[in-house]
């Protein structure tokens, strides 16, 4: 039989330093490829998500985005991965902005240099909440801690910009090191949305320069346990602080930390404005090419 070799290019996403950050597998051209050939090798590169770039009818590129498990509707550091590899390369020269079609919908991503230090900047889709109704004594134990650890003076709420995960207060950051997620427990414990992820978070962080600390539980339908640094699940952070800690203030500039506990930190940032109850979030950072990877493919 027949084999097809398909390159896929690592990017570390909200990170300079290789091995850091988020790894993100991504494929240039995916054209041709069908759905399962797209679910094969994001199964078989094994990162969180694996990207396919492809034309677009709609905008000036495709863009899809796979878990070893499924498709989802948009990854944020798989995004910027994606955008910061084809400008590297010169493979994007058409200005600043660029549009990309995405199965959360149609979305302008800009380009900027910052102490010579390329960024990619993506809107995410506007931000929907829904309340958790279950309990959090399960949702404690699920993620390795007990009641008394999470924040009830704020709300736990589902969050989307593009993808749903549950945002869950924290009151320590000494707590984020005790975590053990039990992953095949959540959808029976998020009966709303059983194919969330799980979103810790505290307002006390490491760095004195940052606003939020984090970790990423994945759903267990993605067939990952943690995502190191999350570019959606930070946006929807930045929503849920200009909602529910700083209703008052009207524009917002956050930086989230993520992935000391696996030793892979990175740093998202976060702007959000607010008009009346419109509000818009984009994220942004940079990345660093790391390695490439070859998957066959039965043809």
Known sequence: MKMSKIKVYQYD?????????????????????????????????GFNETVFVAESDNADLKIRYFTPGHEINLC??????????LRSKGLINNGDKITIETKAGILQVDFFEKDKTLYVLMEQAPPIFKPFEGSIEELSYAIGLTPNDIDTS???????????????PIKTLEAFSRMMPQNKLFPTILKEIPQCSVHPFCLRTIKKHTNMHARH??????????????????GVMGAYYITYITPEVNDLELIVEQGDEVKRDGEVHV????????????IYGTAVYTDEITIELKS
């Open 271 to 282: 702007h959000v404005t607010k008009q009346d109850n419109d509000i818009k979030v984009a």
């Open 154 to 168: 704020i709300p736990i709420v589902y969050g989307s910009t593009g993808t749903w995960t549950l945002l869950v």
């Open 217 to 234: 539980f994945s759903s267990p339908f993605s067939g990952t346990i943690e995502d190191p640094v999350t570019g959606t699940a930070s």
């Open 76 to 85: 944020g550091h798989g995004t910027v991965a994606t955008l910061y590899s």
């Open 13 to 45: 996403a909200f990170t300079d330093t290789p091995n850091k950050g988020n790894p993100a597998g991504i494929v240039l051209n995916a054209n041709n490829l069908s759905d399962e050939q797209m679910q094969e090798i994001a199964y078989k590169v």
